[in-house]
């Protein structure tokens, strides 16, 4: 599930500037490998390859900002890491993500492509979507609770932004 959550928030997004990918310990995303990030953490805990989509996911244990699982998302032809997903032990607070991060965020609520149907599709900026603080000058997307937005679900080191600006199903028949 977060290899496809993973992928779907890091589809390039056209028309968003400012965003700069991130940095998870020195390796940067979109540009470090797995074989740097295995020299790095030593050997995942767990791996799956979806040879079907050509993605490649290492799970890690408690090596990121919070205890938690950490999932390494990568294109298996390459080794290029896409996206880190950590999805902490207990509950964050979104104080002790900015004490973590800083407070240069900016709350945005993202929402699914309706008229795409995979578990991959990608995401729009939408008033009505799931709420997110964006760094985006250290390319972090930290996932907030929909109920209860005080509330830290995922922190996503990302290559690209989460979403783009405007839906691109506009117009389109639903599938």
Same mark, same amino acid.
């Given at each position: 599930?977060?290899?496809?959550?993973?992928?779907?928030? /890091?589809? *390039? =997004?056209?028309?968003?500037?400012?965003?700069?990918? *991130?940095?998870?310990?020195?390796? @940067?995303?979109? #540009?470090? !490998?797995? @074989?740097?990030?295995?020299?790095?953490?030593?050997?995942?805990?767990?791996?799956?390859?979806?040879?079907?989509?050509?993605? !490649?996911?290492?799970?890690?244990?408690?090596?990121?900002?919070? *205890?938690?699982?950490?999932?390494?998302?990568?294109?298996?032809?390459?080794?290029?890491?896409?996206?880190? /997903?950590?999805?902490? %032990? $207990?509950?964050?607070? $979104?104080? &002790? %993500? +900015?004490?973590?991060?800083?407070?240069?965020?900016?709350?945005?609520?993202?929402?699914? &492509?309706? =008229?795409?149907?995979? &578990? $991959?599709?990608?995401?729009? +900026? /939408? +008033?009505?979507?799931?709420?997110?603080?964006?760094?985006? #000058?250290?390319?972090?997307?930290?996932?907030?609770?929909?109920?209860?937005? *005080?509330?830290?679900?995922?922190?996503?080191?990302?290559?690209?932004?989460?979403?783009? #600006? &405007?839906?691109?199903?506009?117009?389109? @028949?639903?599938?």
């Amino acid at each position: 599930m977060a290899l496809g959550l993973v992928v779907a928030l /890091s589809v *390039a =997004c056209l028309g968003q500037t400012g965003f700069v990918p *991130a940095t998870f310990f020195g390796l @940067t995303i979109g #540009k470090s !490998t797995m @074989t740097d990030f295995k020299k790095r953490f030593g050997e995942p805990k767990g791996f799956f390859e979806n040879k079907l989509s050509g993605k !490649t996911q290492l799970r890690y244990e408690d090596i990121g900002p919070v *205890a938690g699982n950490v999932d390494v998302d990568a294109v298996s032809s390459s080794g290029i890491i896409q996206g880190i /997903s950590v999805d902490p %032990a $207990t509950p964050l607070s $979104t104080e &002790e %993500a +900015e004490r973590l991060f800083g407070s240069d965020f900016k709350i945005v609520r993202y929402a699914f &492509e309706p =008229c795409i149907g995979d &578990e $991959t599709r990608p995401m729009f +900026e /939408s +008033e009505n979507g799931f709420p997110y603080m964006i760094y985006s #000058k250290l390319g972090i997307a930290v996932g907030l609770d929909s109920v209860n937005p *005080a509330k830290v679900v995922f922190i996503h080191y990302l290559h690209d932004p989460v979403g783009a #600006k &405007e839906s691109r199903c506009k117009d389109k @028949t639903f599938r």
